[in-house]
């Protein structure tokens, strides 16, 4: 069980301890979702995430974004495309270059994962989670929703 820190403006340990704590089970959280989904590993996904979003891009882009090498991210790119999930484009601004953009069949698989997801979150909650203990989640889900939007300014 953590242990609630004070709130006070320094970050004492007990800030630090809390927060690796919540790190670590979402992390675990993230990782035992994905493996009893089934769903494609979260570098793909990470892939066509970023693709769906905001649109095509170069490799080293998404690399860069994806806080990988672009080497690593060129593996990536080459399975996506063997399973049809992107495809290549002239560059307009870089005429040896080539943006990635997702496919049609990329957005279905993207979409699909993302509901196989929350199914089984949904279920699972549903197993193991009281009321109470869902309405708890729902203000901590409010909480990071407010660091996030804090974090993009």
């Known amino acids: 069980m953590m242990t609630i820190p004070s709130t006070e403006t320094m970050i004492d340990d007990d800030m630090l ?6 790190r670590q ?15 494609p590993s979260s570098a793909q996904s990470e892939t066509l995430g970023f693709l769906d979003r ?10 860069h974004r ?33 943006l990635i953009a997702i496919t049609e069949s990329g957005r279905g698989a993207l979409e ?3 509901q196989v997801r929350a199914g089984w979150i949904a279920r699972a909650l549903q197993e ?13 889900l409010a909480v990071l929703q407010r660091i996030v939007v804090a974090s993009r300014t």
């Not at 095509?56 to 882009?61: F, K, L, R, V």
């Not at 989670?129 to 869902?134: F, I, K, P």
């Open 17 to 22: 301890a809390f927060a690796e704590e919540l």
């Open 25 to 39: 089970v979402v992390g675990r959280f993230v990782r035992t979702v994905r493996s009893h989904a089934g769903t």
């Open 54 to 63: 905001d649109g095509p891009m170069s490799i080293a882009a998404i690399a």
């Open 128 to 140: 193991h989670a009281s009321v109470e203990e869902m309405r708890a989640i729902s203000q901590t």
């Open 66 to 98: 994806r806080n990988v090498r672009h080497q690593s991210m060129r593996l990536v790119v080459a399975q996506l495309e063997a399973d049809g999930f992107v495809s290549f484009a002239p560059d307009p601004d870089d005429r040896r270059g080539k």
């Open 112 to 114: 699909r994962g993302r």
